[in-house]
């Protein structure tokens, strides 16, 4: 079972960065896909990014694209994502997920870290 606790939240000014990790158990984590994903109460979960095992071709929502960056360090079983320019409609839940084999993202989620960009 692949347990993620996320991480690296906090309050920051528009225009600020913070950097999100992930910390994933579980020894095939180099062969997950993993992805960042974010919700806002009242709100579906909505994604943001995702990469594959080997670190190619991230994706980024096109709300994201240009400002966010996200990265993996398979030795540290452990995802990242760099938010630049942060917005205030970036305020939301951060969480991650994993894709085993590249298949579905995992049914159960993790707690979350809160992001709160202030006006």
């Known amino acids: 079972q692949v347990q993620l606790v996320e991480s690296g939240g906090g309050l920051v000014q528009a225009g600020g960065s913070l950097r999100l990790s992930c910390a994933a158990s579980g020894r095939t984590f180099s062969t997950y896909a993993m992805g960042w994903f974010r919700q806002v109460p009242g709100k579906e979960r909505e994604d943001v990014a995702s990469i594959i095992w080997s670190g190619g071709r991230p994706y980024y929502a096109d709300s994201v694209k240009g400002r966010f960056i996200i990265s993996r360090d398979n030795a540290k079983n452990t995802v990242y994502l760099q938010m630049n320019s942060l917005k205030p409609e970036g305020t939301a839940v951060y969480y991650c997920?994993?894709?085993?084999?590249?298949?579905?993202?995992?049914?159960?989620w993790g707690q979350g870290t809160q992001v709160t960009v202030s006006s």
């Open positions: 997920n994993a894709a085993p084999n590249g298949g579905s993202w995992l049914p159960s």
